[in-house]
């Protein structure tokens, strides 16, 4: 919390009213000054702006009437509004700001881990355990059809709001909310 003094200036502030929600006391928003502008962000987004900004991978920060942005490894573009967060990433694949990792943004569109190919326009993949839709997204970026399975229900809801901000990636992607086994286990 006290990186934040950097990015707010009313970090004492909201620095308690996070802690109080993270605990249950408080419910709401957080309200935060930065540049002269007031943002209203909801506890997981300014849990995710100051964790990320105090381990060093959220730089480039800037505040104004049309947003707080920023830059994810001086790569992923940051923007929120309106208590809305949105990542661009390098090739122009939209996500919504949810609770996931940084580091799985990284393994995809920075590391390239994923990489089978510069076209897969020819391609089926099928993506078991598909979160939020980063790969499926990142394969029909590339041109493959992707069957994506996710089996949770609130991973699948994201997933479906991520596929929505890529219209031009919509028809290649199908989502399955189902699960592959009926049964618990390995």
Do not use: Q
Request: with cysteine; aromatic share 12%; net charge neutral.
């Amino acid at each position: 919390m006290i990186s934040s003094r950097r990015l707010f200036s009313n970090w004492l502030l909201a620095g308690v009213k996070y802690y109080l929600a993270k605990h249950g006391v408080f419910k709401g928003d957080i309200v935060v000054k930065c540049g002269g502008e007031k943002y209203v962000l909801n506890p997981r987004v300014y849990s995710f702006i100051v964790n990320t900004y105090y381990n060093g991978l959220l730089r480039d920060v800037s505040c104004s009437d049309s947003g707080f942005t920023g830059k994810l490894g001086g790569i992923i573009d940051l923007k929120i509004r309106n208590n809305n967060g949105l990542l661009r990433m390098p090739d122009g694949t939209l996500l919504t700001l949810e609770p996931h990792g940084v580091g799985m943004l990284y393994e995809t569109w920075l590391y390239d881990i994923h990489f089978l190919g510069f076209d897969l326009d020819k391609w089926f993949v099928l993506d078991i355990g598909a979160y939020i839709g980063d790969t499926a997204l990142y394969y029909a970026r590339r041109g493959a059809f992707v069957v994506a399975v996710e089996p949770l229900p609130s991973n699948y809801d994201v997933m479906l709001r991520n596929i929505e901000l890529n219209p031009d990636l919509k028809s290649r992607i199908m989502p399955m909310n189902i699960a592959v086994s009926g049964e618990d286990g390995f």
